[in-house]
């Protein structure tokens, strides 16, 4: 018997498990953004030095009267971005996550939360990935930090298609948003055409044993845990919870009472993030045994981001043993 | 009640300066019912808040959103007391409001709330934590002149809030782009909450400070009308720069036991101390919008 059902209209045609297309998430906002600003007159984009980084650059060479370079000063890049939303202006904030959440947070709360600005913070080089950067560059709290937020939204795309589609469609919400990308090229593998639908979360495969509820990369390493867990007997259903704000409690709610355990997965600190996210609301209205894959607690440490995932336990075969876990906590 | 958008309200300085001592009183009062804010910052405030709003500024009050307005951001958001006053008396919402400062419920928050929260009409975007209000001034800026518009912005920061690194940031924003179309006003009273601005931190030389930050900077006493309106007028003829104006005020100014003393920095008059101060701040033809003493 198959125990793994695909969704076929989340993901791409032909998808090649063993070999799939490679891209960057942060192309994906790059190339968002040039779209955004052909469609938009009202997109501009703020600049805090790493624009070739965080892929900002063609929007630059494409519209330099609408770009505005402010430096390495990311609490001035949230302010005047506050700013030219007071005119009108739907302005893209982009640097890499520790210095998008950490370092102005105060002014985020203040200027863009608090006072509902339509600025749309962008992070680049968020969790483990940016490896051999060290601890200092490996955001893994800044899911949290913009969580707790009110009137902050919160999404954390998969691959490069989903970056691409939902920088599109955050555009077009006239609200503060928080957005999750990476560096490195990872597997591109939902379909470009499905619709990006904001705060509606994706169910890639179906399953009855357990849910998998991942965001970002994760979703991928979910993915890799499929195969062994099916040939254990075991059928799962994976979510794919790109918008952590406002959470889809109506998956995370009929995905524990239809499989009875749950497994979150995050390229962040479990503590504050997806699975934060996902226990509050078992525990208020259904309590279910869950288990968290994420970073428990502590810093990273330069390396490959494969060497990292799998010392700080967040890699595929750790996905399978935490569903077992899951599973085993069943009454 | 007044004539709107760019015409002036008042152009003589004695008509300003009379509704100047009203915005005073109205401080007074207000602090004297909440039982709580900032006293000596608002005092200090009450003359560049008359010039500005009574004489300077295009404004619609009943269209606060209006295109042509010229924006105002209040980077230290606990002097709230004086431009609450000053929008409501020039007609942004009723008078009978300001007696809802700091109360549960209102729209006067003990630091500016943002519009789209609380809808005081006049208020844009929250102030309260320091260093914040010239990035957005600096944003505002660049995206009028994106589109082509002549508003002006202001922006107000008091002088112990230029300890924030934000503010110089933003400085440096400012003068990178050129943004010709942002003033900002320093309230250089020399007090902050501990002590002395110069004992806190030090700050001069201030003006060659924003001299070298690419600024065109001009000095004036934050007390004299007539000084303040040429002041005003000066900043929106410079091309090519930001400008900002170091406004050399008083803490308190017009009640004598707060003057330049930084104790008053961030607490309300008793009922004693009160009764002292509205004695000093002669009535005007204005009238108050409350009989706090009731007659006594």
New interface residues.
Partial sequence: MNLIKKFENYLVENLDLAKPELKETRRGFGDALVALGKSNPDVVVLGGDVSGSVRTDMFRDAFPDRFFSVGIAEQDMMGTAAGLALTGKIPFASTYGEFATGRPFDQIRQSIAYSEMNVKICASHCGFTVGPDGATHQSLEDVGIMRILPHMNVITPCDYNQTYRAIIECSKVDAPFYIRFYRDNSPNYTNPDAPFKFGKADTLYDGTDCTIIASGLMVWESMMALEPLAKDGISVRLINMHTIKPLDKEAVLKAAKDTGCIVTCEDHQKIGGLGGAVAEVLAQEYPTPVEFIGASDTFGESGKATELYEKYGISSHFIAEAVKRAISRKK | MFPNLKNPVFTDADDLNEIARQLRRDVINMLLLSKSGHSGGPLGLADIFAALYFNKLSLLPEDPLNNERD?V?LSIGHVAPIWYATLSRRGFFPTEELKTLRKVNGRLQGHP??L??HGLPGV??????L??????????????R??G?PNHVYCICGDGELGE??IW??A??AD??KTDNLTVIIDRNHCQIDNRTEKVLKLEPLADKWSAFGFEVFEMDGHNMKEILETLDKVKKVKGKPTAIIAHTKMGRGVSFMEDDYKWHGVPPNDEQGKIALSELAPTKYGDFVDYYGGK
């Fill in positions: 924006f951001f709330a943002p789209k929260t844009e975007i929250a102030s309260g934590a260093g914040q209000g010239l990035s957005i001034a600096v944003g505002a800026a660049l995206g009028l994106l589109s518009k690194g934000q940031e933003a440096m924003t990178h782009h």
